[in-house]
């Protein structure tokens, strides 16, 4: 019968690299049965091993109970354990190791091999006290030893898929590739191919259990120093490249704060060993020599003796080798014998390279994340970070406790996330719960998420929007970024371009967006799926890993460029008919399951003749992301609508008059395309529609009933026939849109985009202009059901009005205006608003644009007001915007 060997960390690089190891070694394959501990069984990882015969099942760290039941059975256990990077004064590491320790000598467990480090802090005798993940891990072998579990122990070395997958070295302007490290160029980093080669070391403890119980497993293919890494590249690729060695604080300046100085410390460690071995010769400089000054760290060296050099007695035993399953020879050093010197030059489990990659990190490799790369030098002139820099006004920092900022971040999800979709749930929580998520983008996060939802009774915190206001200032897109970046820094542009039109919507806000819109363009990000694309930012782009991440941050940019030009009554900056994007095809709240690269799916089509076989596809409700392509179909009809809306009242033409004729065509083909249960405004509930679906939907309705409203509108009541029609058509698209408000449920605001409130608003200011029509007074019933359906109206904007500048100013603009046009209108009266509101300088331009606020410079004091005959007033109804 097959012993049963647990593997911790099953789907990351280490558990995972065990498990193939002994699945491709035909000894040890009949030897073990495989049983993986992971959070996520349902991981494609995961499945494709349980085709394979693993085992899977879930373990609570923090459980004793929990993880005697996972051991249960297991003759073999390998332990990996993962840090609280960033989390400071956190022992869970410790504990986790020690309670799975414990269930191991509880279940009678044979043989625990343990992922292990080396405690810094003795070993560099207090010099370096701030790299806990490797002394916890260190604590947690010595407490292993301590209550007598069978265990051997593996120690990795750096790991070489860095350089590679997370973009540790970056091409320049110049065409030359940059390392940069706090270290000289002849520091030596043990390293070691993770995936590929630590399941062998694994392998050879379970082959040799005798022999190898009590030792300590080195894993390391060799020692490589900065240059020889760059010669290999070089070698390899026909790259130049260049070492940069950058000083401690410019290198912690650009790494977030909760781990920079563990990641500075874990390099000067190496240093500091490294100086220790070769017994540098000492410049006898007091109160420290040069050589150790350099490195950042004090003396090591004594003052006292003629030659410099380490203290006497810290030579090492002699070693016993067995022939290592990697290329290199490696050591078994007994727990009898002091084994500093191999030991403490091993640095495992961390990479330098951008906190906002966009790749995946697995749980298990304790990474921790930070630009490396930053001073004023020509040298890395290339290199922008995204993380906030020590220069960043302290007023960036809410000041919150780690229980609201835990709060927060899930409440985005929960809540926000819906409104403007940008990141793959299960990724961002990943990185967040490891400390990995780039500093500035998790503040805009947790800004845009309070500003949104507000705090619960009691929580104080700094001044929300003046934190936005100084991260709008620190544009990451400004200058050139770094690849491994773009993701990240697109993503924060979208959250803080989504806060600055809702919140200071005018010239400055369409302004904002346009950049965004143009930064998207240049980069490409309209012809992700173009088989001829000039993909300006390589691999870190066209990863099938997070090319579906891209399309989502397209198509809101895509969205966020829609409703600003609609507003200001201006061309659209992109162009529909250039879209090589495909639309996407799985959900982000989701796990990855699904995760999709490139696939020969749904695209925009240019002319929306075409929509239709689109929506009669989305507005099945059972398709995955259906929702989210709904919006962007929508979205296109409202952005042509409004188009053709614009451009008949700016230059009439015949050609326009027949577009508006084909584009009611388009839109009823939309409409007749989809099922009955979509455009129905009540939920779902019998097909199991979610709350958040159903508002979801109905903004995709908000913006069809919009679209036909748009259309139906007239500007010239000279043909009495014609204006009669498309008046009767307004009040029943407007009352359209009230029968959608009507099914609104207050509690779901945040998940969809403010700027249907624009929708509101117009609505508004229609229904009142039928409300103070002069036939209207002739027919009770319809003047109390206009005034209850404005009632209606105007509470959906206060509800909106809680969180947001836009809805406010709205309402106060909605108010202004009903106090100053008072009826009977005649049909005359209400063409001469709808044409002449209010001035060529403020283009409102009828039912969908708006006024810019009193600081647009777009403004001018010249602008004459409103002056209608027969209405008596003159000022602008609009200036509360």
């Given at each position: 019968m097959s012993k049963i060997i647990t593997v911790f960390g099953a789907t990351g690089k280490q558990g995972g690299s065990v498990i193939r190891t002994i699945l491709q070694d035909a000894n040890l394959s009949q030897e073990f049965k495989i049983r993986g501990i992971t959070r996520d069984a349902t991981k494609p990882e995961a499945?494709?091993?349980?085709?394979?015969?693993?085992?899977?099942?879930?373990?609570?760290?923090?459980?004793?109970?929990?993880?005697?039941?996972?051991?249960?059975?297991?003759?073999?256990?390998?332990?990996?354990?993962?840090?609280?990077?960033?989390?400071?004064?956190?022992?869970?590491?410790?504990?986790?190791?020690?309670?799975?320790?414990?269930a191991a000598k509880e279940t009678g467990a044979q043989h625990l091999i343990f992922s292990s480090l080396v405690n810094v802090t003795?070993?560099?005798?207090?010099?370096?006290?701030?790299?806990?993940?490797?002394?916890?891990?260190?604590?947690?072998?010595?407490?292993?030893?301590?209550?007598?579990?069978?265990?051997?122990?593996?120690?990795?070395?750096?790991?070489?898929?860095?350089?590679?997958e997370m973009g540790m070295l970056r091409k320049g302007e110049d065409g030359v590739y940059t390392l940069a490290y706090p270290v000289s160029k002849d520091a030596k980093f043990p390293l070691v191919d993770i995936e590929n080669d630590l399941g062998k070391y694994v392998a050879a403890a379970l082959k040799n259990r005798a022999e190898s119980l009590g030792a300590q497993i080195l894993a390391a293919a060799d020692y490589y120093t900065p240059t020889r890494i760059l010669e290999e590249f070089e070698e390899a690729t026909g790259q130049k490249t260049r070492f940069v060695q950058v000083d401690s604080e410019t290198y912690t300046s650009f790494l977030p704060a909760t781990i920079a100085e563990e990641m500075l410390e874990n390099h000067l460690f190496i240093e500091n060993r490294l100086l220790q071995r070769r017994k540098v010769k000492c410049d006898q400089k007091r109160p420290v020599c040069s050589r150790c000054h350099e490195g950042g760290?004090?003396?090591?060296?004594?003052?006292?003796?003629?030659?410099?050099?380490?203290?006497?007695?810290?030579?090492?035993?002699?070693?016993?080798?067995?022939?290592s399953p990697a290329k290199a020879a490696h050591s078994f050093v007994s727990p009898e014998q002091d084994n500093g010197e191999h030991v403490s030059s091993f640095f495992s489990d961390i990479f330098v390279a951008s906190s906002a990659t966009g790749f995946e990190l697995d749980a298990d490799a304790g990474f921790s994340t930070g630009d490396c790369t930053s001073q004023p030098m020509s040298l890395l002139s290339g290199l922008t970070p995204i993380v906030p820099t020590a220069g960043l006004s302290g007023s960036t920092e809410l000041g919150i406790s780690p229980e609201m900022q835990a709060k927060l971040v899930h409440d985005?999800?929960?809540?926000?996330?819906?409104?403007i979709p940008l990141f793959r749930k299960e990724d961002f929580l990943e990185q967040y719960e490891h400390g990995t998520i780039n500093h500035s983008l998790l503040l805009t996060v947790l800004a845009v998420t309070a500003k949104s939802l507000g705090l619960p009774h009691g929580w104080q915190v700094a001044n929300i929007d003046d934190c936005l206001q100084e991260l709008l200032k620190n544009d990451p897109l400004e200058g050139p970024t770094q690849p491994a970046l773009l993701l990240d820094a697109f993503r924060q542009n979208c959250l803080l371009a989504f806060y600055r039109f809702h919140q200071g919507h005018g010239g400055d806000a369409w302004d904002y967006i346009s950049r965004l819109s143009r930064k998207a363009l240049r980069l490409g990000l309209h012809q992700l799926d173009s088989t001829d694309r000039y993909n300006s930012v390589g691999d870190a782009l066209a990863s099938p890993a997070n090319l579906e991440e891209w399309r989502y941050v397209w198509w809101c940019i895509y969205c966020l460029d829609s409703y600003s030009n609609i507003t200001a009554a201006t061309p659209f900056v992109v162009e529909k008919e250039s879209i090589r994007t495909a639309l996407v095809a799985t959900s982000l709240q989701g796990s990855g399951d699904n995760r999709v690269g490139s696939h020969g799916g749904k695209f925009l089509p240019p002319d929306t003749r075409d929509l239709w076989r689109i929506s009669a596809e989305m507005g099945d409700l059972n398709i995955q992301a259906s929702c989210f392509n709904m919006h962007i179909v929508t979205t296109t009809l409202l952005r042509e609508a409004a188009a053709i809306y614009r451009l008949r009242r700016q230059n009439p033409s015949e050609g326009l008059r027949e577009r508006r004729s084909q584009f009611g065509d388009h839109l009823s083909a939309v409409?007749?395309?989809?099922?009955?249960?979509?455009?129905?405004?009540?939920?779902?509930?019998?097909?199991?529609?979610?709350?958040?679906?159903?508002?979801?939907?109905?903004?995709?309705?908000?913006?069809?009933?919009?679209?036909?409203?748009?259309?139906?509108?007239?500007?010239?009541?000279?043909?009495?026939?014609?204006?009669?029609?498309?008046?009767?058509?307004?009040?029943?698209?407007?009352?359209?849109?009230?029968?959608?408000?009507?099914?609104?449920?207050?509690?779901?605001?945040?998940?969809?985009?403010?700027?249907?409130?624009?929708?509101?608003?117009?609505?508004?200011?229609?229904?009142?202009?039928?409300?103070?029509?002069?036939?209207?007074?002739?027919?009770?019933?319809?003047?109390?059901?206009?005034?209850?359906?404005?009632n209606i109206l105007l509470l959906f904007l206060e509800q909106f009005a809680r969180i947001w500048a836009l809805p406010r100013s709205l309402k106060a603009a909605f108010e202004e205006f009903t106090s100053a046009v008072h009826g009977p209108l005649s049909s005359h009266d209400i063409g001469q608003l709808l044409t002449r509101v209010p001035g060529p300088f403020r283009p409102w331009r009828g039912l969908l644009g708006l006024s810019p606020n009193p600081q647009d410079p777009l403004l001018t004091p010249q602008e004459p007001g409103l002056d209608l005959p027969g209405l008596g007033f003159t000022f602008d109804f609009l200036s509360p915007l």
């Open positions: 499945q494709a091993l349980s085709k394979k015969g693993v085992e899977f099942g879930k373990a609570d760290m923090n459980s004793k109970e929990s993880l005697v039941e996972a051991l249960q059975g297991s003759h073999s256990v390998f332990l990996v354990t993962t840090p609280a990077w960033g989390v400071a004064g956190s022992d869970a590491e410790l504990a986790h190791g020690k309670n799975v320790a414990d003795e070993t560099s005798g207090g010099r370096l006290k701030h790299v806990p993940h490797f002394d916890q891990k260190a604590q947690v072998e010595q407490y292993i030893r301590s209550i007598g579990v069978p265990a051997t122990f593996v120690l990795p070395g750096y790991f070489m898929t860095n350089y590679t760290f004090a003396c090591v060296y004594s003052s006292s003796k003629k030659r410099p050099g380490p203290a006497r007695g810290t030579r090492k035993a002699a070693k016993r080798t067995v022939k985005f999800f929960d809540f926000v996330h819906y409104s409409v007749l395309s989809l099922p009955p249960q979509f455009l129905r405004e009540a939920r779902n509930a019998f097909a199991n529609e979610s709350s958040v679906d159903h508002h979801a939907r109905l903004v995709c309705l908000l913006h069809l009933h919009t679209a036909r409203l748009l259309n139906a509108i007239t500007f010239d009541p000279s043909d009495d026939s014609m204006w009669t029609t498309s008046w009767q058509r307004s009040l029943a698209h407007s009352e359209d849109i009230v029968a959608v408000i009507r099914e609104w449920d207050s509690r779901y605001c945040s998940t969809v985009d403010p700027a249907i409130c624009l929708i509101v608003f117009s609505t508004l200011i229609l229904l009142y202009l039928h409300e103070m029509h002069e036939a209207t007074p002739k027919m009770p019933a319809l003047s109390e059901r206009l005034q209850a359906e404005r």
